[in-house]
C-alpha cells in the first residue's frame, strides 16, 4: 500500500473539562496556528467534550478521554462513555476493549516526584493491554514531553529549565523503549506515539503568574504524523475512523519539532517494484528486502532490528535484509532525541 499523504497531529490534551487551563475554541485555534490537521482532547475521567468532535475548518478534533487513578493511566479512545478509574488497570483496560475502544499506556516510565508533578508510573509492566490480546493493538506514549520535563525539574534549575525547556528533554527512556521492542518481538502489536500532555498551567513565580507551557508552543514539540493512502475525509466520522486507522496499525511516526519538521519521511521495505512502509508485514520467503530511509534533512539515523542497531548513518540509508524481525527507525539531532517511527515487521 502507498502510503502518499501524511497528516500532523496532537495526543494527549487537557482543557477546562479538567486540569488544563484552556477552553476548546482556545486549544483549536492554538492547534491549528501550529500547522496541526488533528488532535485527540484526553480530559481526566471526563467526555464533556464531545460536542466539539468534528471539523473546525481544517482540523480534525477527536475527543476520548484518560483514565486516571492515583497511577497507571490509560488514554481510552473510540469509546462513548467513560470507563470507571475505580477498576483495576487489567480490569478497565478489559473494559475499554470491551466496548469496542482501543486505548494508549500514558507516560509509563516516571520515576521522580517534585514540586512541580507526582509520580504516575505504569506500575505492572505485564499488565500491557487486554486479557484477550489476540489481534488487539495497543498504544504505549514512549515520549511524554511535559512528564520528560517534569522528571528533569530541581529546585535549583526550575527556572532555567522554564526559559530554556530542551534542557529539561532526554527523550524515550530507554526502559520504555526495550518495553516496546520486546512486546512487539513477542507478536503483541504495540503503537508507539509521542503525547504532550499539555495543561498550560497557570503557575505563581516571584514576579507574577506564567503559563508553563501555552498549548501554542506545546503544539509545536511532539507531533505524531499519520499515514493515509488517501486524501483525509471531509466526513467527521470518517476522518476520525482514518486517524484511529492509522494508529492503530502501526501507520505514523513522531518527531520533537523543536529540532525540525519532518512532514514526508521515508521509511520503507522494498523488493523489485514491490514496497511495504511501517505497520506492513512483508515476508522474507520471495528473496532479501531492501530498507530504505531518508528523514530530509542531516540528521543522525538509526535502523533498530528487535532493539539492536543495525546500522546507521546521516539523513538517508539503503540496507539489505536477510533477517527477519522488528525493524524501525530513530533519528537524532544536534545529538538530542527527534524522530521515531513504528516498525516494519519483517517476517521469515
Not at 110 to 118: A, C, I, Y
Not at 254 to 280: C, K, M, Y
Amino acid at each position: 500500500m502507498s502510503l502518499n499523504f501524511s497528516y500532523p497531529g496532537a495526543i494527549h490534551i487537557h482543557t477546562i473539562y479538567s486540569d488544563g487551563s484552556g477552553s476548546f475554541p482556545e486549544v483549536i485555534t492554538a492547534a491549528r496556528e501550529a500547522g496541526l490537521r488533528w488532535i485527540v482532547v484526553t480530559d481526566h475521567d471526563t467526555l464533556e467534550g464531545k460536542r466539539f468532535e468534528g471539523w473546525h475548518d481544517d482540523l480534525l478534533v477527536i475527543v476520548g478521554h484518560e483514565i486516571t487513578p492515583a497511577r497507571n493511566h490509560f488514554l481510552a479512545l473510540n469509546v462513548d462513555q467513560v470507563i470507571d478509574n475505580r477498576q483495576a488497570p487489567q480490569d478497565y483496560i478489559d473494559e475499554v476493549y470491551g466496548r469496542g475502544g482501543f486505548g494508549v499506556i500514558a507516560h509509563p516510565d516516571e520515576r521522580l516526584k517534585n514540586d512541580f508533578k507526582d509520580v504516575y508510573r505504569w506500575d505492572d509492566w505485564t499488565i500491557d493491554g487486554p486479557r484477550d490480546r489476540q489481534n488487539r493493538v495497543v498504544g504505549l506514549e514512549l515520549w511524554n514531553i511535559m512528564s520528560d520535563w517534569g522528571e528533569h525539574l530541581t529546585p535549583t534549575n526550575k527556572y532555567l529549565n522554564f526559559f530554556i525547556p530542551r534542557l529539561g528533554l532526554s527523550g524515550p527512556t530507554p526502559a520504555t523503549l526495550a518495553w516496546w521492542d520486546r512486546l512487539n518481538m513477542a507478536g503483541r502489536r504495540t503503537f508507539g506515539i509521542g503525547g504532550v500532555d499539555v495543561h498550560a498551567f497557570k503557575v505563581s513565580v516571584p514576579w507574577g503568574v506564567v503559563e508553563v507551557f501555552p498549548y501554542r508552543w506545546m503544539f509545536s514539540t511532539l507531533t505524531n504524523y499519520v499515514l493515509f493512502d488517501i486524501p483525509f475525509a471531509t466526513d467527521p466520522m470518517q476522518a476520525r475512523n482514518q486517524v484511529f486507522s492509522a494508529l492503530t496499525q502501526g501507520r505514523s511516526y513522531f518527531a520533537n519539532r523543536l529540532d525540525g519538521d519532518a512532514p514526508n519521511i521515508v521509511f520503507i521495505a522494498r523488493r523489485n517494484q514491490e514496497s511495504w512502509s511501517v505497520g506492513d508485514s512483508p515476508s522474507l520467503a520471495a528473496g532479501p528486502l531492501t530498507i530504505v530511509a531518508d528523514v530530509g534533512c542531516n540528521a543522525h539515523i538509526q535502523l533498530i532490528r528487535d532493539g539492536q542497531v543495525v546500522v546507521s548513518a546521516v539523513r538517508a540509508l539503503r540496507h539489505s535484509i536477510v533477517q527477519p524481525g522488528v525493524y524501525r527507525l530513530e533519528g537524532y539531532r544536534g545529538g538530542r532525541p527527534w524522530l521515531y517511527a513504528n516498525p516494519i515487521y519483517v517476517q521469515a
